[in-house]
């Protein structure tokens, strides 16, 4: 089947009551629009239409690759009606089922969608509706049937008589639309009480015409929540949720309160991982097999390996940590780290743009910025790579088996040999050779009976002053 697709964006979402346009929105790390037309091109569409209104330059800016879109404009919202109409241009020629969608609609699943259009092809439709049932029909289009059962018309809710409120299959706003029926549009009459060219009026003027029509009641109404208020947004974004931690736990993952549990939809978890509450999971993170994620946790675009430990209060941006690692509590791995097998990066050790060796243990308050540290290597608590020299960022090359003692500063760029020790206390501004110890703190010395002469000089500069006030 050829197709391509719509997505109607133009809405000024004023029942959202807020600045930002309805459908810029975030779930989940993206927008409702980014979810649509994520979804839309699973179904593998020739061509893509993006209606939207006064916030152009917003929503395509929103949109990583705007290249494969026609974005087209309805300068004054009009309707649903009215915002295909302005689409049609950009389809002239296409030869295909147009699938048009509603931007505020962020759940839709793409099995569902695949299942409408086979639907539609199968039964000849020149316009079919994907419909459902709905327990709280609230504002949604009413699917009133003839008594053979065929779809008659969409009837708003605020057009609706009592007893048409009380139908329960209400209109989605996915539409498989033929270009046959196109010149429909222009038949729709404006909308008295809301002012508006309602596209659902197309079923019913098509009827009127002998052109075939259906409507499909498949898919669950979860998928189908069209976001018109914050309310809903919170919702969707609670529906989305529930879906994805579903998948996890259905796929060997363990949480233990997924309440405050956030998950991009992209994030890849392997079984037997533990998630603990207040666990955010963003953009592409992929978390192995075995590993426990403690709670306030939050993980951007990095790769965790099997069996690794990241314990509470943790930040992890894109970057990788290798197999059985443990990192936190109260630790920042920054962009552009890596992290080696079985390593341990403890509490408050900040790690940026570094490479840390296997087996190599940074347990307590540290600063490795721009470092390539080898294997096994201990790093004592208060050491700070010194990476900045007010110009460039400079590197720390910290080979393998090296010990530094506690307190110590890398001035760089610097370079530690082998095996090398670097005592307690000490600032390295030289490359330290390989097996040598590396000292430059001052010589520890002591003054006899500071103490008591401190005393003394104290007590007669008192006795001093007492005699000058007498006198
Ligand atoms: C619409 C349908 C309703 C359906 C519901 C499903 C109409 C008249 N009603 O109602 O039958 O049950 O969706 O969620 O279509 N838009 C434009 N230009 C406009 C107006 C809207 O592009 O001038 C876009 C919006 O940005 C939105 C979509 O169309 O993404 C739907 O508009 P909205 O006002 O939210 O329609 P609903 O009242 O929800
Ligand atoms: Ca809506």
């Known amino acids: 089947m050829k197709l391509a697709g719509v997505v109607l964006a133009a809405g000024i979402g004023k029942r959202m009551n807020s600045s930002l346009p309805k459908v810029l929105h975030q779930l989940h790390g ?22 939207v209104g006064k916030h152009f330059k917003e929503i395509k800016e929103s949109i990583k690759d705007a290249s494969a879109i026609s974005f087209v404009q309805q300068k004054e919202a009009k309707g649903t009606g009215d915002a295909l109409l302005k689409a049609l241009p950009s389809l002239r020629g296409f030869k295909g089922t147009i699938i048009v969608i509603n931007g505020d609609t962020p759940l839709i699943a793409r099995e569902t969608l695949k299942k409408f259009l086979l639907l539609h092809e199968e039964k000849k439709d020149v316009i079919s509706i994907l419909s459902f049932m709905s327990q709280e029909p609230g504002s949604y289009g009413r699917i009133i049937r003839d008594k053979a059962g065929d779809v008659v018309s969409i009837i708003e809710d605020r057009d609706a008589t009592a007893s048409q409120k009380r139908i329960g299959e209400v209109n989605s706003g996915v539409y498989a639309i033929e270009p046959g029926a196109f010149h429909l549009l222009k038949k729709i009459k404006i909308n008295d009480s809301k002012g508006e060219y309602y596209l659902t009026d197309i079923i019913r003027i098509a009827r009127d015409k002998g052109i075939k029509t259906g409507a499909y009641c498949i898919g669950s109404e979860d998928e189908f929540i069209g976001v018109n208020t914050q309310e809903e947004l919170e919702k969707a974004r609670q529906l989305m949720k529930d879906r994805i931690t579903k998948k996890w736990k259905d796929r060997g993952v363990s949480f233990l309160d997924t309440t405050s549990v956030f998950i991009s939809p992209d994030v890849k978890i392997g079984r037997d991982t533990i998630v603990y509450p207040n666990v955010h999971l963003e953009g592409n993170t992929k978390v192995g097999r075995g590993c426990t994620i403690y709670p306030n946790v939050r993980i951007q675009n990095s790769v965790i390996g099997d069996g690794a430990i990241i314990k509470d209060s943790t930040l992890i941006e894109s970057s990788v940590v290798k197999n059985m690692a443990t990192i936190g509590p109260f630790a920042h791995i920054r962009p552009g780290s890596e992290i080696g097998t079985g390593a341990k990066i403890g509490n408050f050790v900040e790690v940026k743009k570094s490479l840390v060796g296997m087996g190599t243990k940074a347990s307590h308050l540290a600063y490795l910025g721009d470092a390539k540290i080898g294997k096994n290597v201990n790093i004592g608590a208060g ?42 206390g000490s600032t390295i501004t030289k490359n330290v050779p390989s097996k040598a110890l590396a000292l430059s703190r001052v010589e520890q010395r002591h003054i006899k009976d500071w103490v008591l002469k401190r005393k003394l000089k104290v007590k007669s500069e008192k006795l001093q002053v007492k005699k000058s006030e007498k006198s």
């Open 30 to 51: 993206a927008t409702m629009l980014q979810h649509v037309l994520k979804t839309l091109y699973e179904l593998k569409p020739q061509k893509v239409v993006v209606v």
């Open 383 to 424: 050491t700070i790579t010194c990476n900045y020299d007010g110009d460039k960022k400079q590197i720390t090359t910290i080979e393998d088996n090296v010990f530094i003692g506690s307190d110590t500063q890398f001035i760089a760029p610097v370079k530690i040999g082998k095996g090398a020790y670097i005592a307690a």
